[in-house]
């Protein structure tokens, strides 16, 4: 099955993949007018400034979902992974995936606002990818193909994050707790188990609350300890940052001519840690109340900064700076060892670098603190999978009539849901990873074909707000002012005033 399941993994991560995640983002970035850099302002005004209904939920509440669901095991075990098998270059790329991630983030998140609906029984917002793949086309003669391919997402989208990705969260977890204090896997896997199904039983809301909560508070005080470690070791600023870029572009000799697997992994990494592309994050962006798709565009389009650019690279420094890292080539750990670092070789690469590298400084600290931010991360990113999940089942559930077969299949899926979590505790490392990739690399796949066809509705959007941003306004949403068919709830809620 293992062999099977890489097999597969090497088909779906094929350079073909890496290619049209840079390029796509390349292309966005020019579309848009390098809106990633050029609107930060506007991004960081909504994060503060938007307001959450009965039926939708804040922008923040809405960033910390999306965050919840990017900040996770990829964040720590991820960057850890890309630098043992791409080297210290693979962090450049990430890097790069974050910054042209921005603009294809932006573009996603925004065709989920602007193609979103109401749940009918819970009256909450719903939308992401298989609603905004059915509804662009709907009036034209593709109409019947692009309802296949949004039934193929959502059925992708729903495997992946109902089983594959949590079971990638919940193994994390479980090798930091049994590095740090020596706690059984078959435990750790009870305790998330249970945690987990007395959350998502309170549906979004409680999802939405205990994300703006936690997100905040773990990611700062994550950083906090990095900058700790920057502080500590001032002194390797400079040499930090001059490795990463050298070995980049392939011009350091300890890891020359590992520029092809630094790009590779880099950009894999980076797209399973910040999603951008992979139509996770519009599922949480469509949730959010504002008064045009645009705002949530753009706070969805900073969440890939906040992931990437602040914590993987608070990563990145604690291993790199104290020297907690081996390089291994051919792409596992069971190829010749190019870099030895200072690190203790018996321990695994993941979670282990980071607790080494904290403990260097501040002995017994490590363990203990990783442990905590890979179970906060973890835990949190389960809810955001969960959440995506029962977007996608909620997507089908519109064409079931009776309601209580409809409640039913949701709570299917949280026993789905739990089921990941508790299997992946115990499941092999490369196995839970691979796992993941599949997931992450099948509706990365779909999704980013899906919106390069479907992006023409996100740019008009981007142009009328800011048309009605610098005529002093502000920006409300009029589809069918500006030829955009099928945005129903926006339809309905102009003529509702």
């Not at 205990?210 to 994550?222: D, E, Q």
């Not at 502080?231 to 020359?256: G, M, P, T």
Request: hydrophobic letters at 50%; a neutral charge.
């Amino acid at each position: 099955m293992e062999t099977v399941i890489e097999t597969l993994n090497g088909i779906i991560w094929s350079p073909a993949l890496v290619f049209l995640c840079l390029a796509v983002g390349v292309f966005f970035t020019l579309a848009t007018g390098f809106l990633q850099i050029r609107c930060i302002p506007d991004m960081v005004s909504q994060i503060v400034g938007g307001k959450k209904s009965e039926s939708g939920v804040s922008s923040f509440q809405s960033l910390m979902i999306s965050l919840a669901g990017r900040v996770g095991v990829g964040n720590i075990a991820g960057v850890a992974t890309a630098i043992a098998f791409g080297g210290p270059g693979a962090v450049f790329w990430m890097w790069m995936v974050a910054l042209l991630g921005s603009a294809t983030s932006f573009v996603e998140c925004t065709l989920a606002q602007i193609y979103k609906e109401k749940d009918k029984d819970t009256g909450e917002y719903r939308g992401g990818p298989a609603y905004y793949i059915e509804k662009a086309f709907k009036h034209t003669a593709a109409a019947p193909f692009m309802l296949v391919y949004a039934i193929v997402f959502a059925v992708s989208m729903i495997l992946a994050t109902s089983y594959f990705l949590p079971g990638i969260q919940a193994n994390g977890v479980a090798a930091a707790m049994k590095n740090a204090w020596g706690v059984d896997f078959y435990i750790t896997a009870a305790v998330l188990g249970v945690t987990l199904a007395v959350i998502i039983i309170g549906g979004i809301k409680r999802i939405a609350s205990f994300a703006a909560l936690i997100v905040p508070f773990m990611a700062v005080l994550y950083i906090i300890a990095s900058v700790v470690v920057m502080i500590v070791n001032y002194d390797r600023i400079d040499d930090v940052f001059s490795l990463i870029f050298r070995s980049a572009f392939d011009k350091e000799a300890a890891f020359s001519g590992m520029l092809g697997v630094a790009i590779m992994w880099g950009v894999k990494r980076g797209i399973y840690s910040n999603e951008a592309g992979q139509g996770t994050g519009p599922q949480s962006a469509a949730a959010a109340e504002v008064s045009h798709p645009a705002k949530q565009g753009f706070v969805q389009a900073f969440a890939v900064y906040i992931d990437t650019l602040f914590v993987c690279s608070a990563t990145a420094f604690i291993i790199i700076s104290t020297d907690m890292y081996r390089v291994f080539q051919g792409e596992s750990e069971d190829g010749a060892v190019v870099y030895p670092g200072s690190i203790n070789p018996d321990v695994p690469v993941g979670p282990g670098f980071v607790q080494e590298g904290l403990n260097s400084f501040a002995a017994g600290l490590g363990p203990s603190f990783v442990a905590v931010a890979v179970a906060l991360f973890a835990f949190t990113t389960v809810l955001a999978y969960y959440y995506m999940a029962e977007t996608n089942v909620a997507y089908f559930n519109r064409w079931i009539p009776n309601r209580t077969a409809r409640r039913g299949i949701i709570w299917g899926l949280r026993v789905l849901v739990v089921v990941s979590v508790v299997v992946g505790a115990v499941t092999t490392p490369g196995t839970a990873w691979a796992l993941g990739d599949i997931g992450v690399g099948l509706t990365a796949w779909l999704n980013i074909i899906a919106i390069l066809f479907l992006q023409v509705p996100a740019h008009k959007a981007l142009w009328d707000y800011r048309k009605q941003k610098k005529a002093g306004r502000d920006p409300q949403f009029d589809p069918e002012a500006l030829g955009i068919k099928n945005a129903d709830f926006w339809v309905e809620r102009k003529e509702q005033g």
